[in-house]
C-alpha cells in the first residue's frame, strides 16, 4: 500500500491548511486511517484518526482546531487545520491500519507515508 501526503507548507499563526492522503489501497473503505506528525527532536504523535466504522479520535492539542475526514469514493484522506499555531510546525505523516481503530498509537499502524511539512509562524 502506498499513501501519498500532500498540502503543507508555510503560513502565519491562525492561518489554515488542508492536508490530503491519497490511499493505492484496494481495500481503503476497510482500513483505519490517522495522521501522525513528527517536529524535529520530538517523537511521533497522534493528532488524529478516522476509524473504517465512522470513529474519529483527535489529539487534545488538536480539538476544535482539526478536522479529520475521508472520501472512500477517492481513496482519500484530509486533514484541514485551522487556526494554525507556531507549535503545530512538524512534518505530518498519513498512516493506514487493515483494521479497525482503537487509540491513536503509532505502532498499531502498519503503512505510512513520507510525510508533508508544515511550517507556521508566529
Known sequence: VQLVESGGGSVQSGGSLRLSCVSSSWAYSRDSMAWFRQAPGKGREGVAAAGRDGKILYADSVKGR???????????LYLQ?????????????????????????APLFNNWGRGTQVTVSS
Open 66 to 76: 482539526f478536522t479529520i475526514s475521508r472520501d472512500n469514493a477517492k481513496n482519500t
Open 81 to 105: 487545520m485551522n487556526n494554525l499555531k507556531p507549535e503545530d510546525t512538524a512534518t505530518y505523516y498519513c498512516a493506514a491500519r487493515g483494521g479497525p481503530l482503537s487509540t491513536l498509537s
